[in-house]
């Protein structure tokens, strides 16, 4: 595999319809991100290709199934398939959500939102700090796009997602088209959000596009990457400076080259504007 | 390092919520009252609505799993495949972190609700199918006759009621019983007709045995003079035939495979 100390630059989410592309090519992206639970099943084609595909590009982990969320106990099996799978690929971080997605052994495969107390964010903490000693790799955690709130709640989510990561010493994957989901669905200002949490934990982007389904904005990874998205973006640059971005999607996915000029939008954005606020604050 | 002892105990109002909204979002059921108690509601949304956005998430994403694994079964059924993915789902739901394993238990959710002969054979081969492309294939053996040998994750050993070609083809057609071996090639799920002497030896390999034993097993049981005269040299076929393929490994298996 291709050895990684650290991360830079832009990248998009493996899929297997791209996969091709990455075989016979090198596309332009600086390293790739996989769905992790897609291969860490026993065997397959995709665990070949990704092997191979391991070669020539950096590619991190992210997982849609870690549930670090859950009042359930921590599942070892499914926590030694991520470590072999992660040990494989040797990234300088692995990634999931702030979310639950198990309960008492079923699974929703969905990322559901936690309620924000002290207490939860506590033991939430507590989970993640397990996590990352076992693994014993730095894990990145997203924030999720949501469609409720709940009335336990006594702060925001990036109260919540602070006092999380604060205490569980880990990194932050920041989605910023999940902000803009989060902040539209529950009316706050995103710039309150962005310049809430601690910007030293920021290690990763995700930007990608939603669906307007009229009274509320849904995390559909199924469009480009509408501008007041990319706008959050640019105001974000001079807050977290230059952090690795991974253009995310999933579903009527493009052909590569068509994401990879999407991409480049993001390049585009970061250079123009990171230069201009270099420049102002020189 | 070795996995830590679990001993965390979650807040008691994480629990629960997570036991109410698990039971919401799973079920598609939840008393509105109870929402508005549990869930704030947004300035042009109320809060069931806002929780119908996950219950409306998890059917369609279960149904769409369970007909990529079962696309004949699902054209068979056709008007009431939603219905029977329905009950499966409240039989058996999702207790594993991908749904590559949703319809794990969908053959035997078939047998059990007595649904036909042909259902029970088509979802039965489509598992095992789907299982072959997503299990492991370990690397082909060095066999002696001593040698304790498995089949290999990747294959499953079917008794068929009907010919698995009508099956795949979805040709209806009457039971003419046969057996197979379900396996992965290149990749894909493929199978290959056992007559069956084959079947017999397969089974005992699926149970763990030496060549050996399998041998010894053999002659003892009833053969007819001809198959007796012809068993070393079928045996020899069928061993050159799961070393090409890839469906015997050792016993107990050196990696711990699902
Ligand atoms: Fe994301």
């Known amino acids: 595999m291709k050895p990684v100390d650290s991360l830079k630059g832009f990248g998009v989410g493996l899929r297997p319809c791209h996969y091709a592309d990455f075989l016979s090519n090198q596309p332009k992206v600086d390293f790739v991100e996989i769905i992790s639970e897609n291969y860490m099943v026993t065997g397959g084609r995709s665990i070949e290709t990704l092997q191979e595909i391991a070669k020539r590009n950096p590619v991190i982990p992210h997982g849609v199934s870690l549930s670090v969320g859950s009042s359930d106990q921590l599942d070892w099996d499914y926590l030694t398939r991520l470590k072999k799978l992660v040990d494989t690929l040797n990234p300088p971080w692995f990634s999931d959500h702030l979310c639950w997605s198990r309960h008492q052994g079923h699974y929703m495969h969905n990322l559901l939102p936690l309620p924000y107390t002290h207490e939860v964010a506590k033991f939430v903490a507590e989970k993640a700090r397990i996590i990352q000693d076992f693994m014993e790799r730095p894990l990145i955690l997203e924030n999720v796009s949501s469609y409720i709130e709940y009335t336990d709640s006594v702060m925001t989510e990036w109260e919540f997602l602070t006092e999380v990561v604060t205490q569980a010493d880990c990194g932050l994957l920041l989605d910023i088209n999940n902000i803009y989901v989060s902040a539209v669905n529950h009316t706050f200002d995103p710039m309150d959000y962005i310049l809430g949490i601690p910007a030293n934990r920021v290690r990763q982007h995700h930007i990608a596009g939603h669906k307007n389904k009229g009274t509320f904005l849904l995390d559909t990874h199924d469009h480009n990457v509408p501008d007041p998205v990319w706008d959050l973006y640019r105001q974000s640059i001079p807050i977290f400076g230059e952090v690795p971005l991974i253009l995310e999607r999933d579903d009527d996915i493009p052909t590569l080259d068509e994401l990879l000029i999407e991409l480049n939008i993001a390049r585009q954005i970061f250079n123009a504007t990171h230069t201009q606020h270099t420049h102002t604050s020189a | ?258």
């Open chain 2, 1 to 258: 390092m070795q996995p830590t002892p679990n001993t965390l105990t979650p807040p008691p109002e994480l629990v629960d919520i997570q036991n109410w909204l698990s039971k919401a979002v799973t079920s598609g059921k939840f008393v509105k009252k109870e929402a508005n108690l549990r869930l704030t509601h947004a300035k042009n949304r109320s809060s069931s609505d806002r929780l119908m956005t996950y219950i409306d998430d998890y059917w369609p994403r279960c149904l769409e799993s369970l007909t990529d694994d079962f696309p004949r079964t699902a054209r068979t059924l056709d008007d009431e495949w939603e219905t029977v993915c329905e009950a499966y789902l409240a039989a058996y739901p999702s207790t594993q972190f991908t749904l590559y394993y949703l319809g794990k238990q969908f053959p035997q959710f078939i047998v059990e609700q007595q649904l036909s002969p042909w259902l029970r054979d088509l979802a039965q081969l489509e598992w095992a199918l789907l299982h072959s492309e997503i299990s492991a294939v370990l690397p082909t053996l060095a066999i002696d006759e001593h040698t304790i040998l498995k089949l290999q994750p990747h294959c499953s050993l079917l008794q068929l009621q009907f010919q698995a070609n009508d099956l795949v083809n979805e040709t209806p057609s009457p039971e003419a019983p046969q057996a197979v071996m379900v396996y992965q090639w290149d990749g894909d799920g493929t199978f290959e007709p056992l007559d069956p002497l084959a079947t017999r030896v397969f089974k005992l390999f699926e149970a763990g045995t030496s060549l050996s034993e399998a041998f010894d097993s053999l002659s003892e049981q009833e053969l007819t003079d001809d198959e007796l005269t012809t068993i070393s040299t079928k045996i020899q076929s069928w061993m050159s035939m799961a070393t090409q393929w890839s469906w015997l490994t050792h016993y107990p298996p050196k990696e711990n495979l699902q």
